[in-house]
């Protein structure tokens, strides 16, 4: 067998920091049990001290996770340690992470620090985890841009003061894989007992290098991979774990390393974390985006056609992408939609597979034939919903090339039923208008995209907005045949979510 790689996803914490791709706590629980699914070592839940949201965050999913280690991010602090010790405390293997910048230009500007004051304070700070955490994990912040010989003593005192794990991040993208390599091996020479620590490696992408850096880390010894989902993060992101898996199982010959990986849950993963955050991947982006496995030339298509090895250097069920396959009609009964369920991996509660059994039977009355990734998509919608505080009755749509677009739509709340009327630049313009008009707040639109799941005139369209709202920015997903109601549904469910957050706001500030 080869080399181990700890899988370490940090797609709820460096991830979740990047534009655009922030959750809700149930948005975070819920991709926390796909990314058990996917079966991955070590998931960094968030930053608890950060806020009270980010601490019951990270205290749900350490509590519901089974079988992977909650990490939680801590500053080199007391308050921050103490914080994420408590939030992390009860999962079944947890782990505090603990940060301070080491490089030249972070201690003498943003720190204030001199270089002696960092080491005793990582020292120290690692010894007070150490007390509370079985896992210590100590990373050098911007560790790529400082003294090889410094970071080597850093290590040596915070192993010794029960780190467990050291990571060595590039902070802000700069190196390059040679440059990594031989800066890692270097410190290893340098340090006393850097090998007997587990080295991390956590690479951001600003020179497009993040997944090149981190293999070339591993060669030099490194044994964890940080990395995230669809490769979001802080800029440009991090490096991708989709990539770095698929790699490291094509290209077995050349590394020779393993991991736990369930390579069938990478799509799944994917397709959930960009519902939830409203955020695309590339059509052009390696192993998840849409194009990956498509083959539009003649002279490829003909060579699959001959023989998928071809052109194909791995295949897209090995990802979990299945071919679109017909799977129930509008006859099909309770029990063959559950089983259908089960065997797309999905495990649901009674009331779950009700709603779901409930929305397949209104899609089947719509559409001819129903495919996996219907069903997957409207699987994949619940417990991301907020309670409805709107909820749509009806819409009435007036549109065409020559006129002006107006939409009446109703909408329903604990103290009944009213209908708004605006105009707008087509009919899903038109609709945003009248919902805004229900509401005593400044909304802006910050994103609108809409996909079909499946082909055909009849595929459901599945629709994405965001919008901002007093500085902070909420998703909603929308799901129908109609393309005008699933926009509807999708500006909907941001603006429910954003009520839901402003009442969680409020209660605790009253608490
Ligand atoms: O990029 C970075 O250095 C980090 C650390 C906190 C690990 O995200
Ligand atoms: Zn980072």
Not at 250 to 273: A, Q
Request: hydrophobic share 40%.
């Amino acid at each position: 067998m080869g080399k181990k790689i700890i899988i370490f996803d940090t797609t709820l914490r460096d991830g979740e920091q990047s534009p655009g791709c922030s959750m809700n706590n149930k948005e975070k629980l819920q991709f926390a049990k796909q990314l058990e699914r996917l079966n991955v070592d070590v998931i960094e839940a968030g930053f608890a001290a950060s806020s009270p949201g980010d601490f019951e965050s990270v205290k749900s999913i350490a509590e519901e996770m089974k079988n992977s280690t909650v990490a939680v991010l801590a500053r080199a602090m007391k308050n921050d340690i103490d914080k994420g010790w408590e939030a992390v405390k009860n999962a079944v293997s947890p782990r505090i992470h603990t940060f301070i910048a080491t490089s030249d230009i972070h201690m003498q500007y943003k720190l204030k620090m001199a270089p002696e004051d960092v080491v005793k304070r990582a020292e120290e700070m690692v010894a007070y985890a150490a007390r509370f955490s079985p896992e210590v994990e100590f990373s050098a912040e911007d560790a790529t841009r400082s003294d090889p010989k410094f970071l080597a003593h850093v290590f040596d005192r915070v192993i010794k003061a029960g780190a467990k794990i050291i990571n060595i991040p590039d902070t802000v993208g700069y190196t390059t894989p040679d440059e990594y390599f031989q800066f890692i091996m270097e410190i290893r020479k340098r340090s006393e007992y850097l090998d007997k620590a587990i080295i991390s490696v956590h690479c951001h992408n600003d020179l497009g290098l993040a997944v090149a850096n981190t293999l070339a880390a591993a060669k030099a010894g490194a044994t964890q991979f940080e990395c995230t989902v669809n490769g979001i993060g802080e800029r440009a992101g991090n490096a991708a774990m989709e990539e770095l898996v698929m790699i490291m199982d094509t290209r077995k010959d050349i590394y020779g390393y393993e991991c736990n990986i369930k390579t069938e849950e990478i799509m799944k993963t994917s397709s959930l974390l960009t519902r939830i955050t409203g955020v695309h991947v590339q059509p052009n982006k390696a192993i998840v985006g849409a194009n990956a496995f498509a083959h539009e030339s003649g002279i490829h298509q003909h060579g699959m056609l001959s023989h998928e090895k071809t052109y194909e250097i791995m295949t897209p069920e090995s990802i979990g992408l299945s071919k679109s396959k017909m799977v129930l009609g509008k006859h099909s009964g309770r029990h063959a939609f559950k089983e259908r369920i089960e065997s797309l991996g999905y495990d649901l509660d009674k009331d779950e597979l009700d709603l779901a059994f409930v929305q397949f039977k209104e899609l089947a009355d719509k559409k001819k034939e129903v495919f996996d990734r219907d069903i997957e998509a409207i699987v994949s919608k619940r417990a991301i919903e907020s309670p409805e505080t709107y909820k749509l009755v009806r819409y009435v749509i007036n549109s065409g090339n020559t006129i002006t677009s107006t939409a009446a739509v109703t909408l329903e709340t604990s103290e009944g039923r009213e209908e708004k009327v605006a105009t707008g630049d087509g009919p899903v313009d038109a609709s945003f208008n009248a919902i805004v008009k229900f509401l005593d707040t400044e909304i802006s639109l910050e994103d609108y995209s809409i996909q079909s799941v499946t082909e055909g005139t009849d595929a459901l369209g599945e629709a994405l907005v965001r919008i901002k709202a007093a500085d902070k920015k909420y998703t909603g997903r929308g799901l129908s045949t109609d393309i005008v109601e699933s926009s509807i549904a999708a500006y909907l469910a941001a603006v429910n979510k954003m009520l839901e957050d402003r009442r969680m706001m409020q209660d605790e500030q009253e608490n």
